[in-house]
């Protein structure tokens, strides 16, 4: 089987596939040989996988410019530690945080799970509230065929949430 993974840095075919747990959580690097050999990967004692993402992810700037205002992390900081001092810096650092979980993730926007029954009832419920907003609309601008459209639809959208007999 191919290997279709590409290179974090440089988009080459990866051949080499890092993992580092640091916390019980896990981050994912995969690398073509010579980006390998260039970031120093071979030798486990200088690497870092704080390190290697940042350059991965950041514009060619001096690093330590961005220093948060609350707590005075530092972009060295996150380098070191792969954590930030508080809250705050994601505000202070999301220029070099968000191509970083863009790499790393499906999106920067965190998505969370939900269950399929909730998503139904979310999808309902703004449903109803968008064709009511839409049937006030409607009837102050005396639109009485359009309202009576939307308050037909609202009648369909309730009836098939209700709980059915016997169920």
Known sequence: ????LKCDL??????????????????????????AQAKGVTDPSGFSLADLLLKASLNPEPAG??????????QQDFKKTGRFGCPSCYDYFSSMLEPMLD???????????????????KSLYERLTQLESDLDLAIKAERYEDAA???????QVRQSTEPKPGA
């Open 149 to 155: 459209r939307y308050r037909d639809e609202i009648h």
């Open 10 to 35: 440089c988009s080459k075919p990866a051949t080499v596939h890092l993992t580092q747990i640091v916390n019980s959580k896990i981050h994912k690097v995969d690398l073509c040989e010579a980006c």
């Open 65 to 74: 410019d961005i220093r948060c205002e609350s707590c005075g992390f530092t």
């Open 103 to 121: 790499t790393m993730h499906k999106g920067v926007t965190h998505t969370g799970k939900v269950p399929k029954r909730a998503l139904e009832r």
């Open 1 to 4: 089987m191919a290997n279709s």
